[in-house]
């Protein structure tokens, strides 16, 4: 069997539709409700590694073919204790079971098992559990988790076949990480003829380490019900809404009966269980299952409700639209279906970062002589603040340093800028700005300060008595007094785009 070795990164990352099957707060938009079955995690020992059997009916959840009849998938966990503030290797080794359930390899070379890898965080300190980034399991597949390229993870090495499926994952857990993070590994399979009774699946793999060189062998089960008992896939999704207020947000739920027996006198209903986000409405159309339309209106915490006299068939889907009001910070709302005992939900995510802008000067002003040639510099400050309990970012900005007559601007420099901005990125355009790629994460309840100087060289004989005039001064209605340094905020999630300026006074010394 042959393994597929490096050649170009996939241009078109498969991103994952389906929120992983267990319950963890993700930052996702919209995920789906967790499978008929996902059985308890099985830890192998010393490394925390950790393997989980879920069964998926048909549709949502099934990795590869929405037309099979069921799925399962097998949940690989790699935690960073594996390799701490380093990186490390996963060989995951397993054959299927053929006449029970085949793996899914979409691409005719072998080269991707149907699937997905996703990079969670957890700060603790009563913080959900954040989704950093998610991507198929391809080869060279990678786990970019933010826009500069930094990636945890990727497939080094994959050859899938229905009967065996042999994935080698590097896992980088980088020193940037202190707090405790993790890779799940969702691998897709095809259940053969599940038929309408209940059955259990199991899942044998060898998964091999470089750490420590470790070969591990633990099993996973998963457990299909039987066709007939009561279950829903419910699934959320975010709609964009045109000129909506910012505080403001809207879903759509959807509920599919996967049962073979029709889903009836059961409830629906969308509740606040994180942030400050109000249940503005809810809208079902029952319509074409023997219902009326029914809703219920806030805003409260939660609205419900009832299916009156609609029967669902199996495989058909309820549509409910949700309203959001007061959407500020981290806000996870549970759209649920109730029917007897059972309730099936699923979490609609979502962030609204609100941070503050706030640019001042760091020196008041600065003496200059009234004759010779000399140096002087300027500084100023752009400070970002999260008030929020969500994660933001900060924003690109454009500086405009002011060059009065008899100035000559030299170089500018930076301090607490993000580390890839470079002495090159100082670039004075032609049209007199300095545009900075300064837009990085801004964390819950954090604040982050950069500051820039600007150097002069000046050339007192050629400043004129208005000029010196004018810099002896500062006007915040007026550019032209003082020195004055223009900044463009670009705007980013949470950061409004404006413009500020900070002014500095230059004081001509008497000879």
């Not at 990678?142 to 076949?161: I, K, R, W």
């Not at 010779?372 to 510099?377: A, F, S």
Request: proline share 6%; hydrophobic share 35%; net charge negative.
């Amino acid at each position: 069997m042959l393994m597929h070795v490096p050649s170009l990164p996939s241009a078109h990352p498969w991103r994952r539709l389906l929120g992983v099957a267990i319950t963890l707060p993700l930052l996702t938009v919209g995920a789906v409700a967790a499978p008929v079955s996902a059985a308890a995690p099985t830890a192998t020992p010393n490394t925390g590694i950790t393997v989980e059997g879920r069964y998926h009916p048909a549709g949502a959840g099934c990795h590869g073919s929405d037309s099979a009849e069921g799925c399962l998938s097998w949940g690989v966990r790699v935690p960073s204790t594996v390799a701490p503030n380093s990186s490390t290797t996963v060989t995951i080794e397993a054959d299927s079971v053929p006449g029970q359930w085949t793996w899914t390899c979409p691409s005719p070379d072998g080269d991707r098992v149907a699937g997905t890898s996703t990079f969670y965080i957890d700060r603790g300190k009563d913080e959900p559990v954040s989704k950093l980034a998610d991507s198929g399991l391809g080869f060279f597949d990678h786990l970019y988790y933010n826009q500069h390229g930094d990636s945890a993870g990727s497939v080094t090495a994959v050859s899938c076949t229905p009967e065996h499926l042999s994935l080698t994952y590097e896992v980088n857990f980088d020193s940037a990480w202190d707090q405790t993070s993790y890779v799940d590994l969702d691998l897709g399979t095809t259940v053969a003829a599940p038929g309408a009774d209940a059955r259990n699946y199991t899942f044998n793999p060898k998964i091999t380490t470089s750490t420590g060189s470790l070969v591990l062998t633990p099993t996973a089960t998963a457990h299909k019900p039987a066709a007939s008992e009561a279950h829903a896939t419910v699934s959320t999704q975010e709609v964009a809404v045109d000129g909506a207020v910012k505080d403001t947000s809207r879903f759509t739920m959807t509920a599919r009966n996967d049962s073979t027996t029709p889903l009836s006198n059961f409830t629906i209903s969308a509740g606040r269980t994180r942030g400050q986000a109000q249940v503005g409405s809810l809208t079902c159309d029952l319509t074409s299952f023997g219902g009326k339309v029914v809703s219920a209106t806030g805003p409260a915490e939660n609205l419900t409700v009832s299916s009156g006299t609609a029967k669902v068939p199996q495989g058909k889907d309820i549509t409910c639209q949700v309203d959001l009001t007061g959407v500020t910070g981290r806000n996870r709302v549970k759209a649920a279906l109730t029917t007897g005992k059972q309730t099936f939900s699923s979490d609609y995510t979502k962030d609204r970062p609100i941070s503050e802008v706030k640019v001042q000067p760091t020196d008041r002003g600065v003496e200059a002589a009234p004759t010779g040639t000399y140096e002087v510099k300027v500084g100023y400050s752009v400070t970002f603040t999260n008030n929020t309990d969500a994660m933001g970012q900060t924003s690109n900005i454009v500086l405009h340093p002011p060059v009065p007559a008899g100035f000559t601007l030299k170089y500018v420099w930076g301090s607490g800028t993000p580390w890839w901005i470079s002495m090159d990125d100082y670039a004075l355009q032609n049209d007199g700005s300095m545009p900075l790629s300064t837009n990085d994460t801004l964390y819950a309840h954090s604040s982050t300060m950069m500051t820039f100087t600007a150097f002069y060289e000046v050339n007192a004989a050629a400043v004129t008595e208005d000029t010196w005039k004018s810099l002896g001064t500062c006007d915040p209605k007026d550019a032209s007094k003082g020195l004055t340094t223009q900044i463009d905020v670009v705007g980013s999630d949470g950061v409004e785009p404006g413009t500020y300026s900070a002014c500095t006074v230059v004081t001509r010394t008497k000879n």
